[in-house]
Every structure is written in structure tokens, then in C-alpha cells.
């Protein structure tokens, strides 16, 4: 597998251009309240992403020169995915509250606190930890890369169809950096692969989950992941982690996107598109 050449990755990192957008045809075309309400939430996971780079340097990723130049980068480019969103909310007449980011994180759950606190323990045990942290990353922005193909895929608006089509190519960039980082870790390193697959098999949940809130992960997943068509993406980000040494066994997001599906419509009724 070639090598993730970082030098350049760093060298080519940067805000999301939107210099270019026009916003007076995103002002026309505007936005439904579902999208609304699913950029509100895609956003807000975004913006936090800091959260989760506070676990991720834990331990011996830190003292890795590769991972703390990738993760420098990474937050930065993905704090500007979260302010695109809010401009382009804002250009389409939806804006945010001004304090939304306080709000967002007095409300994120003590679920990521406790995990916070049991990843960095145990970073500070194994550098075999970092294999695990990386596998999650990769999960993570193939997840995150599908609901952004979801919406683009379904929206009338054509400037938002732009914007994500460009957030999209850099969670693929990252994706990038967090599989070969975990490829090579868990080549040939059956320890690592062990404690790689217990991390994610008892703790691992879709992405977000803890920041915005279940009930908004569900309406994404009863709008546009509820059937197995649907849902198609996701399976083809599973066989991509199942090309993970010690991953092959790795098939439960599809399984739990259809739970948080079937959960919220039980609850809530099937969302409305509009
Ligand atoms: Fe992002
Ligand atoms: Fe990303």
C-alpha cells in the first residue's frame, strides 16, 4: 500500500474555499427544513470535533510526529466544514443561534466524557492503542463522507450540492490518513489487532452520536439510510474497514444506522422530506 505522504497532505490542507459560491442562487433555491435540521446537526459535530482530538492526542499519539501533524490539520479543516455550514445556513435565511456552541456542549453527554476518560487511560498503556484510534478515524469519516453523499444526493439546492461535493473530497483525504495509518499498525501485530477490535466492537457508535444528540442522528438515518438500498453506502464503507488486518468481521454499521432508523420512526413516525 503506498505510503500517506503527510508533507504534502499538510502542504495542500486549508479552509474550504467558498469563494466562489454563489450564494445568491443558494438564496433562491433555499433549503427544506429537514436539510436545515440535518446541516444543523452535521455542523455541530463538525465544530466539536476538537472534542474528540482531545482523545485522540491521548497518550503515545502524541509522540508520534505523522499523527500530530495530521491532527493539527485535521481539526482546522474540519472547524471550517462547521463554519461553512453556518455560512451557507445563514446565506439560505436559516441562520443558527449566536450561543449555539455553548449550548451544543453543555448538552453533549456524559457518554463522552466516561469515553474520553477510558481512551486516554488506556493510551497511556499501549502505544498498540493507536491502531484503534486511527481504525475509528477511518470509520468515522467514511460515515461522515455517506451522510454528506446522502444529502447531496437528494437536495435541490445546487450551491449546497457544491459545498459538500468539496467537504466530501477532504473526509476522503483524511479517511486516507486514518486507514494506512491503522493498516500498518495492525499488519503483522496480532495484539493490536485484538485490542483494535474489542475497542471498537464495545465501544464504537455512529459519528456524532454524543455531540448532536439521538434523536437527530435518527431522523438522518429514518430519512435517508431506512432502507437496505438506502443504505448501500455504508456497506461499502464496512468493506472498505473489512480490509483491516483483524477487521474483517467489522459489519455493524449498517446494523446500527437500521436500528436508529426503525427507533426514531417507532418513536416519531417516518420524517418528512420537506
Ligand atoms: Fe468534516
Ligand atoms: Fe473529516
Known amino acids: 500500500m503506498a505510503e500517506f505522504n503527510i508533507e504534502r497532505f499538510v502542504d495542500l490542507s486549508g479552509a474550504v474555499d467558498l469563494s466562489d459560491l ?25 465544530t466539536h470535533t476538537i472534542l474528540y482530538m482531545r482523545d485522540l492526542l491521548a ?3 502524541a509522540r508520534d510526529s505523522e499523527i500530530t501533524a495530521f491532527l493539527s490539520v485535521w481539526v482546522y479543516e474540519e472547524l471550517w466544514h462547521g463554519r461553512a455550514i453556518s455560512r451557507l445556513l445563514a446565506e439560505a435565511g436559516r441562520p443558527e443561534d449566536a450561543d449555539r456552541y455553548r449550548k451544543v456542549t453543555q448538552a453533549s453527554s456524559i457518554r463522552e466524557t466516561v ?30 463522507a455517506a451522510a454528506y453523499g446522502a444529502l ?14 468539496r467537504i466530501v473530497k477532504q473526509e476522503r483525504k483524511h479517511y486516507s490518513f ?15 489487532q485484538a485490542l483494535t ?3 471498537i466492537k464495545r465501544f464504537w457508535t ?12 435518527g431522523f438522518i438515518a429514518a430519512l435517508h439510510f431506512d432502507t437496505h438500498e438506502k443504505r448501500a453506502p455504508l456497506r461499502d464503507a464496512e468493506a472498505t474497514i473489512q480490509g483491516l488486518p483483524g477487521m474483517e468481521w ?25
Not at 127 to 140: D, L, V
Not at 152 to 165: M, S, W, Y
Not at 206 to 217: C, F, K, M
Not at 251 to 267: F, G, M, P, S
Request: proline share 3%; with cysteine; hydrophobic share 40%.
Open 22 to 46: 454563489d450564494w445568491k442562487l443558494c438564496r433562491e433555491a433555499g433549503l427544506t427544513d429537514a436539510e436545515e435540521r440535518i446541516l444543523k446537526y452535521l455542523g455541530d459535530t463538525e
Open 59 to 61: 497518550g503515545h499519539s
Open 115 to 144: 469515553e474520553g476518560i477510558l481512551s486516554q487511560s488506556a493510551a497511556h498503556l499501549t502505544p498498540r492503542f493507536i491502531p484503534a484510534h486511527m481504525t475509528w478515524g477511518a470509520i468515522n469519516e467514511l460515515t461522515a
Open 152 to 165: 447531496i444526493e437528494t437536495t435541490k439546492n445546487p450551491v449546497l450540492a457544491e459545498l459538500l461535493r
Open 178 to 192: 486514518y486507514f494506512k495509518q491503522a493498516h500498518k499498525r495492525l499488519e503483522d501485530d496480532s495484539w493490536a
Open 197 to 199: 477490535r474489542f475497542v
Open 206 to 217: 455512529v459519528v456524532g452520536s454524543g455531540v448532536g444528540g439521538w434523536d437527530n442522528l
Open 250 to 274: 467489522f459489519n455493524i454499521l449498517d446494523k446500527q444506522v437500521a436500528r436508529l432508523a426503525e427507533t426514531y420512526v417507532a418513536r416519531h413516525g417516518a420524517p418528512v422530506a420537506a
